[in-house]
């Protein structure tokens, strides 16, 4: 059965600096991968989706992931962290038509 | 604004009572999901529906039910509430179960 794994549940970073979330997943078959940022008292917002079409892939807000089938991963970075990134991050995977939910990593960032 | 609109925006009410929450899918989805979101629980698959049939259950309970209407509006049925059903309710839609999801706001529900 397919999983998702966010690995971290609280991450904080420095502005200016590299924003790294990480995700590994278990699917039997080739998945499709997404992340989705909630901003505080907001619903779920699509960051960006892996669809096999290229493993890297770009979206919204600078961010970009990364899809690594030896290592089971889908990370999530962006090389400079804003303020108005501060939120939390949910890694998805589906399978057919199950979507399944990380338990979310929320991110803080420092002035 | 994903285009999925949720009322209301907050509910608050007694344990014991009975509550509906209504959801309005994007224009063209077919799909309508239902999520949980509590701090103990995190983001819990409720329910989905496709075209007015209900497609997967998730870790729903006997208390809650749902249905897509053939506006493909959605109506999730909360019953005999209890202090821990206090959450966030989020709706979601897709063109179809294949494709991304697109959140509403969710609908904060307060039991005292």
């Known amino acids: 059965a397919q999983s998702v794994t966010q690995l971290g549940s609280h991450v904080s970073v420095s502005e200016g600096a590299l924003v790294l979330l990480r995700c590994n997943y278990s699917s039997s078959v080739p998945p499709y991968l997404f992340w989705y940022v909630q901003y505080p008292n907001q619903g779920l917002q699509l960051l960006l989706k892996y669809t096999s079409a290229a493993t890297l892939v770009k979206g919204i807000n600078g961010f970009e992931a990364e899809f690594k089938k030896s290592e089971t991963s889908f990370h999530l970075t962006k090389p400079s962290a804003h303020m108005s990134d501060a939120a939390e991050y949910f890694c998805a995977v589906r399978f057919r038509d199950d979507m399944r939910f990380g338990a979310g990593t929320r991110l803080t960032v420092k002035p | 604004d994903s285009g999925v609109t949720q009322t209301p925006k907050h509910l608050i009410t007694a344990t014991g009572q009975r509550v509906t929450l209504r959801c309005s899918p994007r224009?063209?989805?077919?799909?309508v999901y239902w999520y949980q979101q509590s701090l103990d629980q995190g983001l819990q698959f409720l329910i989905q529906?496709?075209?007015?049939?209900?497609?997967a259950k998730g870790n729903i309970l006997e208390r809650f039910s749902a249905q897509q209407f053939p506006d493909l509006h959605s109506e999730l049925n909360l019953s005999s509430l209890e202090l821990g059903d206090s959450a966030l309710y989020f709706c979601?839609?897709?063109?179809?179960?294949?494709?991304?999801?697109?959140f509403g706001p969710g609908t904060r529900l307060t039991v005292t």
């Open positions: 529906y496709y075209n007015g049939e209900e497609r």
């Open positions: 224009s063209g989805d077919l799909s």
């Open positions: 979601a839609s897709s063109v179809d179960p294949s494709n991304e999801q697109y």
